[in-house]
């Protein structure tokens, strides 16, 4: 969660300029992740699904989190993680998302492995990583009010109904290692897909490469850390595709 929140600061204006253009009736997210773009996207009606039912259960239920526990240990992550392959009912899916996406190294709900500390502070005193990204959401809430949280796959929108809409795409990465609900990812059924979506709306696509009859319409250099502590980064270059056609 968050991995789009250093460069939303150029993204944004780019959604919002097609805003102004187009004044669409909705603007939607269909991969809205940790949704640290459409929390800053100005439009009365705005709509995030994603397919981790378990995401959105905790954005559908952010007046919950004060009940989180001030600690996940590694035990009671374990705990949780084993409930949630179990599918026993000991816990609620929001409560499953929120200690599977604020405890797992990256946010990688239960796929990148338990983390407790990010480094240190400029005291020299370890940082908590649960506590920080919880704090995170916290500060991130007022933000999310009004927006429509839906548990869907993209391909359940019914394009032939949708029009004179803005779809922004935060698709999985080709060539980069997959979250666990984005491994069999269909690169080819999803750029069919969104030019379908563009023949009565705007689609924006968030990716590092695109098929030929894909604009691309920003891109900028960032690293990417792939370690909690951030000593290990590797370069990449984020880029903004829109539909132009053959």
């Known amino acids: 969660?968050?991995?789009?929140?250093?460069?939303?600061?150029?993204?944004?204006?780019?959604?919002?300029?097609?805003?102004?253009?187009?004044?669409?009736?909705?603007?939607?997210?269909?991969?809205?992740?940790?949704?640290?773009?459409i929390d800053k996207v100005n439009h009365p009606k705005k709509i995030g699904s994603d397919n981790n039912k378990y995401l959105i259960a905790l954005l559908q239920n952010l007046d919950e989190i004060e009940n989180l526990p001030d600690?996940?240990?590694?035990?009671?992550?374990?705990d949780?993680?084993?409930s949630y392959k179990q599918r026993d009912g000991r816990y609620e899916d929001w409560y499953i998302g929120a200690v599977g996406f604020l405890s797992s190294r990256n946010g990688r709900f239960f796929d990148g492995g338990y983390v407790s500390y990010c480094g240190e502070n400029s005291k020299g005193e370890p940082r908590s990583y649960?506590?920080?990204t919880k704090r995170n959401l916290l500060a991130q809430r007022p933000n999310l009010e009004g927006i429509s949280f839906w548990n869907c796959d993209y391909t359940l929108y019914n394009l032939e109904k949708i029009?004179?809409?803005?779809?922004?795409c935060d698709i999985p990465y080709?060539?980069?290692?997959?979250?666990?609900?984005?491994?069999?990812?269909?690169?080819?059924?999803?750029?069919n897909w969104a030019r379908e979506a563009s023949k009565n709306n705007v689609v924006l696509v968030s990716e590092q490469i695109a098929p030929p009859d894909w604009e691309c319409i920003w891109e900028m250099e960032v690293s990417r850390s792939m370690k909690h502590d951030r000593k290990e980064a590797m370069k990449a270059t984020e880029k903004l595709f829109e539909y132009r056609g053959e």
């Open 1 to 37: 969660m968050g991995s789009k929140n250093r460069i939303a600061k150029y993204i944004v204006p780019i959604i919002e300029e097609r805003i102004k253009e187009f004044k669409p009736s909705a603007y939607i997210e269909p991969f809205v992740g940790g949704a640290n773009i």
């Open 80 to 82: 949780v993680r084993e």
């Open 163 to 168: 029009k004179g809409c803005i779809f922004y």
């Open 130 to 132: 649960y506590d920080e």
């Open 174 to 191: 080709a060539n980069v290692k997959k979250y666990s609900t984005s491994k069999d990812f269909d690169y080819d059924k999803f750029w």
């Open 71 to 78: 600690e996940v240990t590694k035990e009671h992550y374990v």
